[in-house]
């Protein structure tokens, strides 16, 4: 058998539409020429024309959220609380078990932006790809987002998962789904549109919100979910892990076994 992977991250970049404003990431290149110093520091009486070529190393100063890139977000980003009343776990803290097994991918590229994915959504689509969800299968969704990562209408683009749509998925065991959209939710933009008419709460991140009926994970910001097939590959999503927070990046990627 031959093995093949398919890289479903976004790389971590600048001067693209891959976040709101205030939360887009920032890259301080150094390059080899900037570190020689540096290098010296550690040595002393080390001079940059000892280095070879006079360089020293490479690196990068980031500041970032952990929401930035792909990235697996932990129950306890949605709310303090999650299955009814306990204390939402932090993605430290998020069970190894959950972030590898088998995938299932369910294409929702023809709702309109902004459309929320109900219960009898899920049902169709997974009757149409004839797959019986399994504990722990991961299930991410293909929406119209996926193509424009990116591009200035990035943050409009895609359907959103609604409660009873998440809550289908995690009722039956599964404990970590994924989108090629900026939110599991539909936009922020169009959803406020709907809040204005409807005045609401409810409305308002409810795929999230479903963590505090159920805990579980989701991943953000996938992409090449259109070279997936509905099922038969594997999905592994390990997060980065970082101590008390709510999300962390992972180099999510599907594998084949052929």
């Not at 049902?123 to 991410?140: C, F, G, M, S, T």
């Not at 995690?170 to 939110?183: F, I, L």
């Amino acid at each position: 058998m031959v093995r093949r992977i398919v890289d479903l991250s976004v790389p971590l970049e600048m001067g693209i539409v891959s976040d709101p404003p205030p939360m887009l990431p920032k890259i301080e290149y150094l390059n080899h020429k900037d570190t020689a110093a540096q290098v010296c520091s550690f040595f002393p009486g080390l001079t940059e024309e000892q280095l070879p070529g006079g360089e020293g190393w490479a690196i990068e100063m980031l500041q970032v959220a952990t929401h930035n890139g792909t990235h697996l977000d932990a129950p306890y980003h949605y709310h303090s609380t999650m299955n009814n009343g306990e204390r939402a776990i932090t993605i430290d803290e998020v069970p190894l078990e959950w972030c590898f097994n088998p995938g299932v991918k369910l294409d929702f590229r023809h709702f309109e932006d902004g459309y929320i994915i109900s219960a009898a959504d899920m049902e169709a689509e997974l009757k149409r790809i004839d797959h019986n969800l399994q504990p722990l299968d991961i299930v991410v969704v293909n929406t119209s987002a996926g193509t424009h990562y990116g591009q200035p209408d990035y943050l409009l683009k895609g359907c959103g998962m609604g409660r009873e749509a998440t809550l289908y998925l995690t009722e039956r065991g599964v404990r970590v789904t994924g989108t090629d959209a900026w939110s599991w939710d539909a936009p922020f933009a169009l959803t406020a549109e709907q809040f204005a008419k409807s005045k609401d709460p409810k409305i308002i991140w409810e795929g999230h919100r479903a963590g505090m009926e159920i805990g579980y994970c989701h991943i953000e910001k996938l992409t090449n979910l259109e070279d997936l097939p509905a099922n038969g590959f594997e999905i592994s999503c390990f997060p980065f892990k970082i101590k008390d927070a709510s999300a962390g990046f992972t180099r999510a990627v599907a594998i084949f076994e052929e």
